[in-house]
Structures are given as C-alpha cells and as structure tokens.
C-alpha cells in the first residue's frame, strides 16, 4: 500500500496485476511482483516489492525452489526473461526453468545455477535488447566454467507465445539450441552482408568469449569454427586471440564488462568478509549448541582461505547489534541467515581460490612448467569439486 503524493489517498501498487509470488531457494516466500493486466502506454509492465534485507532482486531467481529438482534431473538450466515464462515451460515440462526478474543476471544468480548443473540454456527475446542481455549474461557465466547454450526463439516471440502456440514446437527450439559462440557467429552473418565488416565484429564480439573458455581443447574447437565461417584460417584466428591474451585488450564483452569484473571482484570480497564477521558474531550470541555448529563449518571453510582477522571491537558492536534482532526474530529465521551466510561465504572463497588459480594457470603456459601446470590443474579440479558439495541445510543446523 503506498499514497498518492498529496499523502492522503491510500492506493494498492499492485492493482489490477497478475500476482506472482517471489520466493527464496528454500521455498520461503520474501516479496510478490505484478504484472499489468491491462496494458498501458504509462504503467510498467512489472511491479515488485520494496527490497528487504530477505529480498534483493539481483540475489533471487523466480521459480528456482521449484526448478532445483528439475535442474538436477535433466542437467541445464533453462533461463527466460519473465514469471509467465516459467510458469508455461513447467507446465511443459520444462520443470528446470528460471527467470531473473527485472533485473540483469548477477553474480548470485550464477552461483545458485551451478550448484545444480553447470550446464545452461538461455531462451530470451530474440530483439537487440534480449540478444545484448544474453551476451552479458553468457560473458558472466563463461568466467565461472559453465557451458551456455542459446535457444533461437522466433522475434517478436517468448517462450509463453511458443508453447501457447505448440508444445512440440517449443521441444524443437530448445532441442536445437547452439553454443553461445555459435549464436554469435548466426547473429553476426545474418545481420551484417559486407564481408570485411563481419569479419571485423567477429573479431571484435566473438574471440573474446573464446578466450572465457575454460581449456583448450573447447577453445581450438571454436578457433576451427569461426576460421571456417570467416573463410580465413586458423592461424589468423589464433594471431588474433594470442595478440588479445598478450595485451590483454579484452577480458569479455567491452571494456565496460572489464571494469564491472573488477568492481564484482572487489564486491565479492567485501561480501566474503561481511559474511564471515557475520558468523564470527552469530557464534558469540547464539546457544552453545549453534554455536559449535557454526565453528564446525567455518572451521571447514577457513581451511579453504582465511579471511582476515577483523578487530576485536569491531566484532562486539556487531555481536551486539545481532543480540538484540535475533531476540525479535523466530529461531527458524536466525538459523536461516545463518546457513545463508555460511553458504555464501564457502562459494566466495572457493570461487576467488579458483579465479587466483587460473590466472596462475595462464601464467604457467607461457613459462612452460608442466610439473606446476599439472599441480595447479589438479588443485583447479579438487576446488571444483568442493564448489558442487551439496550446501549446508537449515534443518541440520536447527537445535531442539
């Protein structure tokens, strides 16, 4: 409920609105949006609530407490832009599907897809704007190992519209979706006749996103497949890549991504740190059963990597302040945050202890030390097996 401007009038923002209900990965509803019934020049199409220190739109996925299973189960997520998506891909069958909600793909967002398949599908609009969102998106997800797939959706038409139309229709779009880097190459051909201009943004849009693989192999797969639409030959291709991996002229999409690379990577640390005082504080005020609970799992996880030690005072302050919200809050809520946080804090270490190690890997390319390359492999590996442990549960953390 808000009032109109003179203060007065009470009105509901969410009027005449298909309702959806936004939940978190346990199921736990934290915020609704609206979508306009009748469409106009003036309302927007979606209206959420008011982010809450539970709902943050660039922390949540619409429909992944339903999809997890699905995810799992037919290994890919389908990712789509808006909540009627979702809905009509499960009644599809397509119980794997998620859609971000108004807002561009987060770091976040990734995390929660790659705990249940490394494996993605994007269906977006097929307009400049859905194709500049996938490519944003794909550069993220790239960074992190996953493998993105695009769907090929008819312009003008969303998921929704396809399976209204024909179910099957929709299996063969999705069936028939292509690598990234390929979609790319189809993007670029169909759109630009002049031969010398494609090649260009080739160049340009298409070798940075090889150069985001994550071994070789996929790399020279691609260094093959783009030489042949080019008509050029591999050679040339790779001149191009080992002249932008020397200079280190691109690290994704534009400079822009670059800059945001480097602003999530310091937010990430900043988060990683917030999280742990969190928990280092959470274990001063809570029961002492808790309490070794706590210890237990960020004794696991500081084995990973210590973060640095924070100061004692301001540990108590915010010891302090946890003491008096968490006497307000119900006991299943405390738990809540707190296994929030400790997942969180695992995947931010672990996924810094992997960027550190593949930057070393390129390192050691170059110097040609295969002992320590073999070494740094290995541990890549090992951390790549801990970032797909299952998480923590609220249930296994709960005290009687």
């Known amino acids: 409920i808000k009032t109109t401007e003179g203060g007065k009038e009470p009105f509901d923002v969410f009027r005449d609105r298909i309702m959806f209900p936004m939940a978190e990965p346990s199921g736990k509803i934290v915020a609704f949006s609206g979508r306009i019934l009748h469409p106009d020049d003036k309302a927007p199409k979606y209206v959420n609530s008011p982010e809450t220190l539970l709902y943050k739109k660039s922390e949540l996925l619409y429909g992944y407490d339903k999809a997890k299973t ?4 037919l290994d890919f997520s389908l990712i789509v832009e ?11 069958g397509y119980n794997n599907t998620v859609a971000v909600s108004g807002t561009a793909l987060t770091l976040h967002h990734v995390q929660l897809l790659e705990r249940m398949s490394e494996k993605v599908v994007l269906a977006l ?13 794909a550069d993220l997800m790239l960074r992190r190992g996953l493998d993105v797939k695009v769907a090929e959706l008819p312009l003008g038409k969303d998921p929704a519209d396809i399976i209204q139309e024909s179910k099957e229709e929709f299996k063969r779009v999705i069936g028939k979706s ?3 880097i390929e979609f790319l190459l189809h993007v670029l051909r169909r759109e630009i006749s002049d031969d010398r201009s494609f090649k260009r943004k080739v160049r340009d849009e298409v070798l940075p996103f090889i150069l985001l693989l994550p071994n070789r192999i996929d790399q020279e797969h691609f260094v093959k497949k783009v030489s042949q639409t080019i008509d050029s030959t591999t050679d040339a291709v790779r001149f191009e890549l080992d002249r932008m991996r020397e200079k280190s002229e691109y690290k994704g999409v ?20 917030k999280s742990y005082l969190f928990l280092l504080a959470s274990e001063m005020v809570v029961s002492e059963k808790l309490a070794i609970k706590i210890r237990k799992a960020l004794d696991s996880i500081i084995e990973i990597s210590t973060p640095e030690k924070p100061d004692e005072s301001e540990l108590s302050g915010i010891a302090f302040k946890l003491e008096q919200q968490f006497s307000t809050l119900p006991k299943l809520a405390v738990t809540e945050e707190i296994v929030s946080k400790l997942n969180r804090l695992k995947t931010m270490l672990v ?5 550190d190690l593949k930057k070393c890997l390129v390192e050691l390319e170059v110097s040609n030390d295969d002992t320590e390359f073999a070494k740094t492999l290995t541990s890549i590996t090992n951390y790549e097996k801990i970032l797909r442990e299952p998480a923590y549960e609220t249930e296994s953390f709960l005290i009687d």
């Open 178 to 180: 292509v690598h990234v």
């Open 254 to 273: 534009d400079t822009k991504t670059v800059e945001g690379e480097k602003d999530a990577t310091k937010s990430t640390a900043d988060n990683g740190y």
């Open 70 to 73: 699905g995810i799992r189960s």
């Open 125 to 137: 609009d097929a307009d400049r704007a859905g194709i500049n969102a996938m490519k944003k998106g």
């Open 82 to 92: 808006g909540q009627f998506d979702v809905v009509m891909c499960h009644q599809a």
């Open 351 to 355: 996924r810094q202890k992997l960027s």
